[in-house]
């Protein structure tokens, strides 16, 4: 069965704690084995040097045997010794420990060195042994010296349960440390999660605390009060367009409901009914076209909206859009003028870039004076870009409303009509029909009276069907 422990500070907790205990468990048999090899090395040291006492402390009989110094007897007490001949006969033995047998020497063995050996005899006991092989006098003795392993075990035993006794008591302690460590480490994020908890759509102006802003979870916290910093500029402007979108529509509907109460109030010949239907349908018109401009900026910030770029004829769109426009000019006097010749192609959204010249070119009626001239031009410029100006003989933009003409249902004279102030979206539509062609649009300074909007978008030069 696992268990899923859904608060993080417990699971951080179990993580340290487990690899802590790992590393601990690691740690402890690694210090067993060295003091394991450490007091087996130094029986092994001990073991060779009673090696070299013994092989010194033989001696020979008149008859060949060999036999220790009687005063050599409380060295040889402490210590189990067997010599051997060459051809497997026990010439000599100190037993000290009762009760206890080694196995017999097999004659035939080749010992070159020191061989050292741990031994468990019949009764469990544990013994370190070191076997050599040595010539004196002329006659070859093999020397077998045992040494009890018991006291070298206590000891291993001894530490083993100090380790036993001290790794679960590290092991509480780590996790009490580590369960308080990842608790004052999450704490920021607590408070960032009971802030957050706080914030709604009225209060969108909280930000979430930063406790240092050069750790992670700092980092964390700008991170998200910089979403909620987007968030609440979204929601700001959405606010705002729904209401510039609600009035606008309102004053609309009012202004068709207030002309048919007044038809009604008296009754009219049937020429005057036929003004009064022809004023409706005029800001039915206008209604209509605010409501697809809504639709049309809907469905750009919906963000499904695709270009379709191909190869296009820029001075032919632009030819094109004038002669669809040029009786509205017609009626203030004006004229539009646009004297390129050569043939710029290049690839761009045909539809997106006509509506662009469509509303640029119906403000600077709009807003130009009578009886002047709008002046369109087409060229390409030495970083690879193409740029469409737009420049009309009106009043001029004040420096200070230059970024905010593009704004939604932004005019810059608030006093001005409907009927020759449009709706306040037609730049904003501009904007954003150029933004997704990759281009930009700005009104550049102009030293007279008037306004020059200058469209730039990436120059990649294709053949038309025309060119080929």
């Known amino acids: ?91 000599l033995e100190s037993r000290p420990f009762s009760g206890q047998s080694l196995p017999v020497f097999k004659s035939g063995q080749t010992i070159t060195s020191l061989k050292f050996q741990s031994l468990v005899l019949n009764n469990k006991a544990h013994f370190r042994e070191v076997t050599g092989k040595a010539n ?50 999450l704490s920021p994020i607590d408070k960032m999660a009971l802030t957050a908890k706080k914030i709604s759509s009225s209060s969108l102006q909280e930000r979430l605390p930063v406790m240092n802003p050069d750790d992670e979870l700092g980092h964390l916290s700008i ?20 209401f510039d979108a609600a009035h606008e529509l309102r004053t609309q509907l009012t202004t068709i409901r207030s002309i048919g109460e007044v038809a009604l109030q008296e009754p009219k010949k049937n020429g005057d009914y036929r003004d009064v239907i022809g004023s409706m349908l005029e800001e039915n018109n206008r ?98 870009s193409l740029c469409i100006s737009v420049s009309d003989q009106g009043a001029g933009i004040p420096e200070e409303y230059r970024e905010k003409i593009f704004e939604r249902f932004f005019r810059l ?16 539509i501009v904007k954003w029909a150029v933004e997704i062609q990759g281009g930009s649009i700005h009104l550049e300074k102009t030293e007279n009276r008037g306004n020059s909007f200058v469209i730039i978008l990436p120059y990649n030069h294709a053949k038309t069907e025309r060119d080929k």
């Open 1 to 91: 069965m696992v268990f899923k422990f859904k608060n993080v500070r417990i699971r951080l907790t179990l993580w340290y704690s487990g690899t802590l205990f790992m590393i601990l468990l690691l740690y402890a048999g690694i210090a067993i084995l060295m003091v394991y090899l450490n007091l087996r090395k130094n029986m092994d040291n001990q073991l060779e040097h009673d090696y070299e006492m013994v092989e010194s402390l033989i001696e020979f009989d008149s008859d060949d045997s060999i036999r220790f110094d009687s005063d050599d007897g409380p060295f040889l007490n402490e210590r189990w010794v067997e010599i051997w001949s060459d051809q497997g006969t026990l010439l």
């Open 223 to 242: 991170t998200l009060n910089e979403l909620l910093e987007r968030i609440q500029q979204s929601f700001e402007q959405l606010k705002q367009f729904t």
């Open 287 to 384: 209604l209509t076209h605010l409501v697809n401009s809504l639709l049309f900026l809907a469905h750009a910030d919906s963000k499904v909206s695709k270009t379709n770029p191909e190869p296009t004829d820029i001075t032919e769109i632009i030819h094109h859009t004038i002669e669809v426009i040029q009786p509205l000019a017609e009626e203030k006097g004006q004229i539009i003028q646009f004297d390129q010749k050569e043939t710029i192609t290049s690839l761009v959204d045909p539809t997106l870039l006509r509506q662009t010249l469509l509303n640029l070119l119906d403000n600077a009626i709009k807003y130009g004076p009578d009886l002047s001239t709008i002046t369109v031009k087409a060229y390409i410029t030495g970083e690879k």
């Open 136 to 185: 004196i006098e002329g006659s070859w003795l093999i020397f077998r010296l045992l040494r009890s392993e018991d006291t070298m075990l206590k000891e291993i035993n001894k530490f083993f349960i100090l380790l036993l006794i001290a790794l679960p008591l590290a092991l509480i302690i780590s996790a009490i440390g580590g369960y308080l460590l990842a608790g004052k480490l």
């Open 413 to 428: 004279d608030k006093s001005r009509t409907r009927d020759s102030g449009g709706s306040g979206l037609g730049l904003a």
